[in-house]
């Protein structure tokens, strides 16, 4: 039986309640009592590159005009560098193996520390072994296209083989927009002459957009991802997100990687709460729940079930704010399809677990618990490198 104070699922407030849940993924004799939490379903992080979560920025001549820039300008960074130690990135075709996938496995770490359920790895697609590889969700149908400038330099088809693919019925996603400049600015002109303004497409980042290209995308049901850490790091500018909730466009919030953005979805939203502090909490939690399940064709993913939950330490009476209020040591249980993958060591001992698949660290004086074994993960790189490399989103790194 769980029991908690209060019970978020969804952004709409009627749907909050005190609640008693039977679990059946539970040992037979086991209460968990989380007092003094909300419980949440797990978050969206709606973009995400899994592979390219290495640490520091890569951000050695910020802010530039455009992202192709910064692409190429990246190559040369510190940071990429110390990372072609580990892995040299000679084309992300496959991913499923070796130390392309190791660091893909951290991406999703920094992901499950922040509460998130299911990310959206904006790479080329992959086999099922590289989606069966993690401990959460790895969106799996989807097209993609890198840009409209660098179209699919990464790997993956041409843009029209990819939309076509597509066929308005899996999601169509691809940087656009991504600076300052006219060839940036032009990005929307094209897409719209191409015929990609339909509702499956999501568009990421879309800081050129003028009121009226937002207002185009809202009329045609187009997903705009905003990411503002990582647009501010990088241009200095972001989205025009009075605009896009004026219009109701469907919004998302996405981390970005490492490289550019935020070191977690639990920073980002902060930074977008510091950035824009008249958007209600609640709205923003609707960019990390409900609005992705839209843009990614999930709205019947989730069920009112136990099956997947997260549960924060409670530090403010509103639900909403509790979240930006919260780390990864606020999490006391994390759930994810009848397993548990992180929390609070005392909750996992009532599960009937093999305990052999967990790796216990202290944080802050907690004993807490993660599925998998990340720190090998951290260690296979120490070892490529020659000394340790910390990344701040391993709370024990």
Request: charged share 25%.
């Amino acid at each position: 039986m769980l029991r908690a104070d209060k019970v978020v699922f969804g952004y709409n407030k009627s749907a909050k309640k005190d609640i008693d849940f039977h679990s059946k993924f539970l040992s037979d004799d086991a209460d968990i009592i989380l007092k003094n939490s909300y419980i949440y379903p797990p978050f969206i992080n709606s973009h995400d590159h899994l592979v390219g979560n290495w640490l520091p920025v890569a951000l050695d001549h910020a802010p530039y005009i455009n992202s192709h820039i910064w692409v190429e300008d990246m190559k040369r960074s510190k940071a990429y560098l110390e990372r072609n130690k580990y892995w040299i990135n000679k084309g992300m075709t496959d991913l499923s193996s070796g130390a392309e996938l190791s660091l893909s496995k951290l991406g999703v770490y920094k992901n499950l520390f922040s509460g998130v359920g299911i990310v959206q790895d904006h790479a080329p697609n992959q086999n099922d072994r590289y989606y069966n590889s993690f401990p959460i969700k790895v969106i799996k149908n989807y097209r993609q296209l890198h840009s409209i400038e660098l179209e699919n330099w990464w790997g993956g088809k041409s843009l029209e083989e990819e939309w076509s693919s597509a066929s308005s019925k899996i999601p169509f996603i691809l940087h656009i927009g991504e600076g300052i400049d006219p060839k940036t600015a032009n990005e929307f002109a094209f897409a719209k002459n191409y015929g990609i303004l339909k509702e499956n497409v999501v568009f990421i980042h879309a800081i050129s957009f003028t009121k009226n290209e937002i207002a185009e995308c809202a009329k045609n049901g187009v997903t705009l991802c905003w990411c503002p850490k990582s647009n501010i790091n990088l241009i200095g500018k972001t989205l025009d997100i009075e605009t896009a909730l004026k219009e109701k466009v469907n919004l998302v919030l996405g981390t970005d990687s490492s490289f550019s953005g935020s070191v977690n979805l639990f920073e980002e939203l902060r930074f977008a709460h510091k950035l824009y502090p008249n958007i209600p909490a609640e709205m923003l939690f609707k960019l990390i729940y409900e609005n992705p399940k839209k843009a990614f064709f999930l709205e019947n993913y989730f069920s009112d079930s136990t099956d997947s939950f997260l549960a924060l330490d409670k530090t403010n009476e509103n639900p909403y704010k509790n979240i930006l209020e919260s780390n990864y040591d606020k999490i006391s249980l994390f759930v994810w399809k009848e397993r548990p993958i992180l929390g609070n060591y005392d909750n996992l001992k009532l599960f009937d677990i093999d305990f052999k698949d967990y790796f216990t660290f202290y944080s802050n004086g907690k004993k807490k618990f993660v599925f998998g074994h990340p720190e090998l993960l951290n260690q296979e790189i120490d070892n490529a490198l020659g000394y340790h490399k910390k990344l701040a989103y391993l709370p024990f790194s």
